[in-house]
């Protein structure tokens, strides 16, 4: 697994909604609803505890017992809200969180080392992992893409993921 104590980023405040302290969140998980499952959030050197959340626009509006006008809401603009590894719900098999796949080394199916996975989006037709090879002399690093499935990456568990060497590139 990995380390449990490493802080996974679930939304960061846009900014202040209304004047009681509401604020309105960029959300980078499942939505709003998902964020009722932690009561409390790291926000860099404190702490909010949530009260309510819904889901706005694109993302959320949230109330914090912390936070209660519209001057505490505003100074928070930019804060990323966290929970440690260890309070997200147990995985399924077959399952993985993005936040877990970021950073692993990645080996084609043939045995080569082929870079390392940076980031993991999804543009609607399921998950695909983006991988950057070693920077060449003189060069920038180059980067792939390759579907999140069976087929493109059959194996991976907390020490990498293996690509079929046909989705190489």
């Given at each position: 697994?990995?380390?449990?104590?490493?802080?996974?980023?679930?939304?960061?405040?846009?900014?202040?909604?209304?004047?009681?302290?509401?604020?309105?969140?960029?959300?980078?998980?499942?939505?709003?609803?998902?964020?009722?499952?932690?009561?409390?959030?790291?926000?860099?050197?404190?702490?909010?505890?949530?009260?309510?959340?819904?889901?706005?626009?694109?993302?959320?509006?949230?109330?914090?017992?912390?936070?209660?006008?519209?001057?505490?809401?505003?100074?928070?603009?930019?804060?990323?809200?966290?929970?440690?590894?260890?309070?997200?719900?147990?995985?399924?098999?077959?399952?993985?969180?993005?936040?877990?796949?970021?950073?692993?080394?990645?080996?084609?199916?043939?045995?080569?080392?082929?870079?390392?996975?940076?980031?993991?989006?999804?543009?609607?037709?399921?998950?695909?992992?983006?991988?950057?090879?070693?920077?060449?002399?003189?060069?920038?690093?180059?980067?792939?893409?390759?579907?999140?499935?069976?087929?493109?990456?059959?194996?991976?568990?907390?020490?990498?993921v293996t690509v079929d060497a046909a989705f190489v590139e």
């Open positions: 697994m990995a380390d449990a104590d490493r802080p996974v980023t679930l939304a960061a405040i846009a900014g202040a909604h209304g004047v009681r302290g509401e604020v309105r969140l960029k959300l980078f998980g499942e939505g709003a609803e998902a964020l009722r499952a932690f009561s409390v959030f790291d926000a860099g050197t404190s702490k909010l505890t949530l009260k309510s959340v819904r889901p706005a626009n694109q993302g959320a509006v949230a109330t914090f017992a912390e936070v209660t006008d519209r001057s505490a809401a505003e100074a928070l603009r930019g804060t990323v809200l966290t929970v440690p590894r260890s309070a997200l719900p147990p995985l399924g098999e077959g399952e993985y969180y993005h936040h877990d796949l970021i950073g692993l080394p990645a080996v084609s199916t043939d045995g080569r080392a082929i870079g390392t996975v940076v980031a993991v989006e999804n543009f609607g037709a399921g998950d695909i992992l983006e991988i950057e090879k070693p920077a060449e002399a003189g060069k920038k690093p180059a980067r792939f893409m390759v579907p999140m499935n069976a087929r493109a990456v059959p194996a991976w568990d907390a020490d990498g």
